[in-house]
């Protein structure tokens, strides 16, 4: 059975954060979307323990100011899509819990090589 959960990211350009990260150009912090799209997904199914990321496609910069967010979950994963206020894909990938990581139960980020696709 798959849920769904809509919201928007605030991520606000006086934060200090944004003085150095870049100077001139602010850009919101990858880790920082990660971080955003686990505490949502802690929050909105308390059940659901992220233990890993797999997937994630930065698509664009993604700037200080407010995105829409839409995550799609199922027992073992989590969908997770950043949008610019148009629609279009910004950020793309997927939370996963203990059960998907292995046997084992380690966590892990798993990315691919620049200019791979999954």
Do not use: I, N, Y
Not at 49 to 58: D, E, K, L, V
């Amino acid at each position: 059975m798959k849920t769904v959960h809509e919201g928007t990211f605030l991520f606000p350009a006086t934060h200090p954060l944004f003085a150095d990260h870049f100077e001139g150009a602010p850009v919101v912090p990858g880790s920082l979307l990660l971080r955003a799209f686990v505490e949502e997904a802690g929050t909105v199914w308390p059940d659901f323990a992220t233990q890993g990321a797999t997937g994630f496609r930065f698509r664009r910069f993604v700037t200080p100011g407010r995105h829409p967010f839409r995550m799609e979950r199922t027992d073992l994963t989590v969908r997770c899509t950043l949008m610019d206020t148009q629609g279009g894909v910004l950020v793309r990938g997927d939370l996963t819990t203990a059960d998907a990581t292995g046997a084992d139960g380690e966590a892990a980020l798993h990315t691919s090589p620049r200019g791979t696709t999954a």
